[in-house]
């Protein structure tokens, strides 16, 4: 079969659309946060731009935010929170006062860093020759209605029918014959996942992290963070036997500020000692670092072999992974400012009750034997081993549970 000519990408114009209010994330703007050393936005734009004439951003926040990524700032031209159409109605807008020449607008939405390549071609190539038609992408045969091609002769009525209380996509689109592009999984850290996945919730983000993860790591890595007698250790261990009886191969890394020396005052330091909870609990590899070495403690030949510590923790972090033996997940105590996704562990005991998810991004889940207060990430009792154990299956693509 001969497919049809697509149109060129000269005539079509790219919106990302960020008009949200990220409720899910706990709010702010879930575009500007971090995957893999750049913000989510970055990583959308790197794919859309090669597929189109012009880029612009669609949002209701102050354009002062996002003036370091060179996009035109558009906002909705229909007041109120509208949702997806009135950001699609605002691109169409924009690129017909603003890129003569123009046909279609290209819309992308702004927490999906995974959008295929080709997402122009092939969305155009099916409605090339037919004036008034709308391409919907597609993946697994479900549509995603805001992966979408729309002529620009559209625009007024959509803005018509967001005015008479229009607000779902595809109902929309429903009496107006959109042609509906189906998509196959994209390639990203060796696992095949959905090229529409979206990073629309901390844990759905946290996994978005694992994905690129891979590309760093031979194994995912996970971890506790908390500050002192939060039961960091303790959680670990009940996980590491947890996740053993479902059949998971886990190691472990220690992180401490103590200072650590070579010999037997490192094997009776108290922050080593934790080290061989995790591995009494069933850890393959157990690894330690401190201030100034790092090395495998439990679990591996080079037991006896400590290395010197650079001041980057990313380094040492990123070192001690690469020495250790690939296991289905590496549980992480300790080094708070990780750049990995994370549980947070609090305990009413502790002294120091500041959140470390209100700073950090990277929290996905706060772990507490008391009610806590936070806007975003899932919260779950300190006891619930069953159900962080199985959060962390999935976030580390493990495919269900083993009896």
Known sequence: MVMPPSLGSSSIVGCILAGGQSRRMGGGDKALLDLAGRPILAHVMERLIPQVSRVALNTNAE?????GFGLPVVADTIGGHLGPLAGILAGLTWARDHA????????????????PRDLAARLSAEIAGQPGKIAIAASSGQPQPVMGLWPVSISDDLEVSLRAGARSVLAWCS?????????????IGGRAIDPFFNANS???????RIFLQRMA????????????????????TRLIQELSLRGRQISTIKFSHHQVTIGTEVI???????TSRHAAAGARQVAFAGSSRWGIVEGGEASETWHLCSADRDTVLAAIVAAMAPADLIVLEGYKGAPIPKIEVRRLAQADKRSLAQYDSYVFAIASDYPVEANGPWLVGIDCIGAIAGQLERLAGLCGSKP
């Open 63 to 67: 354009a002062a935010r996002f003036e």
């Open 268 to 274: 009776e330091s108290e922050r080593v000692r934790d």
């Open 217 to 236: 790591f031979h194994s995912p890595v996970i971890g506790i963070a908390g500050w002192k007698n939060s039961g960091k250790t303790t959680l670990v």
């Open 175 to 187: 009496g107006r014959q959109a042609v509906q592009v189906d998509f196959p999984a994209e390639s």
């Open 202 to 208: 901390p844990i759905e983000l946290a996994q978005a």
């Open 100 to 115: 003569p020449g123009t046909t279609h607008v290209l819309t992308v939405s702004a927490d999906a860093p995974f959008i």
